[in-house]
């Protein structure tokens, strides 16, 4: 058993925009660093999720909820592919010998579930890796042993109104 489990969907809003979360949230550029304030300062708008300090075998299910299939990537760490469906009840493929790997083809109205183990400190993202899918927000990040990430350097100011995030996706 896994020590977390985290259902993802991968999913298109009325209004164009796109979310890879467990909750209809697109990514959007915060207006601090990530991984210079650890997520604590002006990240409202950005997807995060918090992976318990505890969980070292982290189970994560993406449903893609789009007629097109898509592939998923994370950064920072890797994971076993566990199985895959596409659309149906039978899955595509059950593994008893999962492929280690950091990017993963999620069918079109299909789902993967993945395990990681959930050892390497840091904000790491989880995104589709189409182009237009990530530009229109299907991305999030997971925030993994924020204990032992970096501290915030003592020149990040981390109170006081927030500042907008650029215009530019990077």
């Known amino acids: 058993e896994a020590d977390a489990s985290f259902n993802f969907t991968l999913g298109e809003m009325t209004d164009g925009r796109m979310f890879l979360h467990t909750s209809e949230m697109p990514w959007t550029v915060p207006a601090t660093p990530l991984l210079m304030t650890k997520g604590l300062e002006c990240t409202e708008s950005a997807p995060i999720v918090n992976i318990p300090e505890s969980a070292s075998d982290v189970q994560l299910v993406i449903n ?3 007629p097109d ?7 920072g760490s890797r994971f076993q592919v566990m199985s895959s469906s596409s659309g149906t009840d039978e899955p595509a493929f059950a593994s008893s010998a999962p492929l280690l790997r950091d990017t993963v083809f999620v069918p079109s109205n299909g789902q993967v579930v993945l395990r990681m183990v959930a050892n390497n400190p840091g904000m790491w993202m989880l995104r ?8 229109r927000g299907a991305a999030t990040v997971l925030n993994v042993l924020p204990s032992q990430q970096v501290a915030v350097p003592s020149g990040i100011p981390t109170g006081g109104p927030c500042a907008p995030a650029p215009a530019v996706f990077i």
């Open 128 to 135: 589709s890796m189409n182009a237009n899918a990530h530009l």
């Open 64 to 66: 893609n909820a789009m």
């Open 69 to 75: 299939a898509h592939v998923i990537h994370l950064h």
